[in-house]
């Protein structure tokens, strides 16, 4: 996403909604968060954005892209050593999918999960 949007929109047959960029984070952010076997997220990834991201508190180890009209989701987790990874990534794709899409009204085409590591607990 260009660092100059900072709002997706979504036309309606009323006008146009505009949904901030922090909301959809705070929304990705939660949904990988309710996935069992997900440890954390992974603060250093994405790190062009992670200063003003740390700052405002949202989505950490979140990064959108707007691709034409449907959005890529890409999300950086560390998963709790067990559980399969696979099993872990597509639940998180399917969650962040379900959250995004429900609560925004956005598509959502794509959502890329890059596991960047293991840890023994919940952080």
């Excluded at 984070?25 to 996935?35: F, G, P, R, T």
């Excluded at 997900?38 to 508190?57: H, I």
Aim: proline share 1%; with cysteine; glycine share 8%.
């Amino acid at each position: 996403m260009s660092e100059s949007r900072e709002y997706f929109t979504k036309q309606t047959e009323f006008g146009a909604i505009h949904i901030s960029e922090d909301v959809i984070l705070s929304i990705a952010a939660a949904a990988v968060m309710e996935v069992e076997g997900v440890a954390s997220l992974n603060t250093a990834f994405g790190a062009e954005l992670q200063d003003r991201l740390v700052k405002k508190g949202t989505g950490r180890g979140i990064k959108l892209n707007l691709d034409r009209e449907s959005l890529v989701v890409e999300c950086s987790i560390l998963v709790l050593y067990g559980p399969s990874m696979q099993t872990v990534g597509t639940s998180v794709q399917d969650s962040v999918r379900q959250a995004v899409e429900s609560m925004t009204g956005l598509t959502v085409a794509t959502v890329n999960v890059h596991i960047a590591g293991i840890s023994t607990k919940k952080v």
